[in-house]
Nanobody
Framework: QVHLLESGGGSVQAGGSLRLSCAFS????????MGWFRQAPGKEREGVGA???????IYADSVKGRFTISKDNAKNTLYLRMNSLKPEDSAMYYC?????????????????????WGQGTQVTVSS
């Protein structure tokens, strides 16, 4: 299992930016997937974006063009850069990982794919 610790959340005005970090430890195989999810009060958790071990990324339509996932393997850290933030982006943001994806599966935003989760970091965007 992979251990994950998010940081970087906070309060920002609409139109602003934040960068979330997810420090991870544990072994990741060559076919792994890491992602970001979020959950607002009263709503189900939803996928924001994910990054495969080959560098491929996938994003939810609601954040395409505004959010970017990157990874620094030397620092064992996954990032989520969020630009042009909107009040509807306010949520608890979670980092997630799966150390090995079976052949035939892909890195995607299906919550059930991931077996390791962080505790979350709160993002609040005011209008």
């Amino acid at each position: 299992q992979v251990h994950l610790l998010e940081s970087g959340g906070g309060s920002v005005q609409a139109g602003g930016s934040l960068r979330l970090s997810c420090a991870f430890s544990g072994f990741l195989y060559s076919r792994n997937c890491m992602g970001w999810f979020r959950q607002a009060p009263g709503k189900e958790r939803e996928g924001v974006g994910a990054r495969g071990s080959d560098g491929s990324t996938i994003y939810a339509d609601s954040v395409k063009g505004r959010f970017t996932i990157s990874k620094d393997n030397a620092k064992n850290t996954l990032y989520l850069r969020m630009n042009s933030l909107k009040p509807e982006d306010s949520a608890m943001y979670y980092c997630a990982a799966v150390p090995f994806i079976r052949y035939g599966d892909t890195c995607n935003l299906y919550e059930g794919l991931f077996d390791s989760w962080g505790q979350g970091t709160q993002v609040t965007v005011s209008s």
